[in-house]
């Protein structure tokens, strides 16, 4: 089981918003139900490669899709007849893939907010080392670019790395498997755990600000295999 393609089930774009200054998160977190895309061309295990998942990511990013992803599989509709699926939890079936995403949001001295995508792949290499000979796609995260936040909560950005790396692995594991294998880089804060957990969304817009985005395509991401 590979990546599953959805958006909000009210419309609600998938992404993050700042306000022009970029010091408040104004985001809409969309309805507590989210409905299929049309196609899925990465829920085969048998077919998905890395080439793949980064194709479409980027065809979400160049067309503006409003689209995000889930490593879980949805089990069944509430309501068939609008094809709504309910965002709790228990509604998702933690299956094995070999395609897995590593969120890392921790801070380093090294960082600040004008840092490219690929100095910051160098600063994740430095602290995983186990990304060494791996095929990965590096995304900069939907915070990038952002220093301090005040609203709705005080939080700095400026320091963190703020990268998301959609690893291919050579078997399938589950996001219990995960969990797992790397909770040493999970108790040291390197690691976020919660995208492990099948119901998590994968936002892959990058975050706006003013309405403008935060960086270009060509900024945004790279194909490292």
Request: net charge negative; charged share 25%.
């Amino acid at each position: 089981m590979g990546w599953t393609i959805a958006q909000h089930g009210n419309g609600i774009w998938a992404r993050k918003a700042y306000t022009k200054d970029r010091k408040q998160d104004i985001t809409n977190w969309g309805s507590n139900n989210f409905i299929l895309c049309d196609t899925q061309p990465l829920q085969d295990e048998e077919t998905l490669t890395l080439e793949a998942t980064y194709a479409l990511l980027t065809e979400i990013i160049q067309d503006n899709d409003n689209a995000y992803l889930y490593r879980g599989m949805p089990i069944e509709a509430y309501d068939e007849e609008r094809g709504l699926y309910s965002k709790n939890s228990s509604n998702f079936l933690d299956i094995a893939s070999r395609q897995f995403q590593l969120d890392l949001d921790f801070r380093d001295p090294s960082l600040d907010t004008k840092l490219s995508l690929e100095d910051r792949v160098e600063v994740a290499l430095k602290h995983l080392p186990f990304l060494e000979g791996c095929r990965f796609i590096a995304q900069l995260s939907s915070s990038c670019g952002i220093g301090l936040l005040v609203q709705p909560k005080i939080k700095e950005y400026r320091r963190r790395l703020c990268l998301r790396l959609w690893v291919e692995a050579e078997r399938a594991y589950t996001g219990a498997e995960l969990s797992h294998y790397f909770k040493n880089y999970i108790d040291a804060d390197l690691v976020d755990s919660a995208m492990f957990e099948p119901s998590r969304i994968h936002y892959v817009l990058p975050g706006t600000f003013g309405g403008k985005p935060l960086y270009t395509l060509e900024e945004s991401i790279r194909l490292y295999a």
